[in-house]
């Protein structure tokens, strides 16, 4: 699908290619900015977020597209363990315990899950 962006968002997938449980990985261009997120369905809910651990610069899924534990319970950072919940990127777990995940704007339009930039300033999304 070609993705194009609308009303403050870019489209990132219909909502029928992401069942439960599913992720895509996507970037955007933010403030000047690549930023690389990841869309994610927890339980018939999308999120996005800035594919970044709070511990440290790593992307969660590392070197593997893996974001959720094997139950689906949780996000989890494959660089050290850190366990995210979902809904809120909220760190449970590990040495990032009590931050969570830069989370960015999702909308629901038409069928199509679009995505945002977050507000304000992000120079220190910049690689």
Known sequence: ???ESRGGGR???RVEEMGPGSVKKFW??????????????????????????RHMTTPL?????????????HLVCLTHGAL???????????????????PLPVKVDQGEVLVGCPSGDISFLAD
């Open 1 to 3: 699908m070609e993705q």
């Open 11 to 13: 489209v990132i997938a």
């Open 28 to 53: 955007l261009i933010c403030q000047k900015n690549r930023v690389d997120a990841f869309l994610i369905n927890y339980q018939g809910t999308f999120h996005a977020y800035v594919n970044r651990c």
């Open 61 to 73: 899924d590392f070197v593997r597209y893996q974001f959720f534990t094997e139950n689906g319970s």
């Open 84 to 102: 995210y919940e979902p809904a809120s990127g909220l760190c449970l777990e590990g040495p990032c315990k009590g931050l969570s995940l830069y």
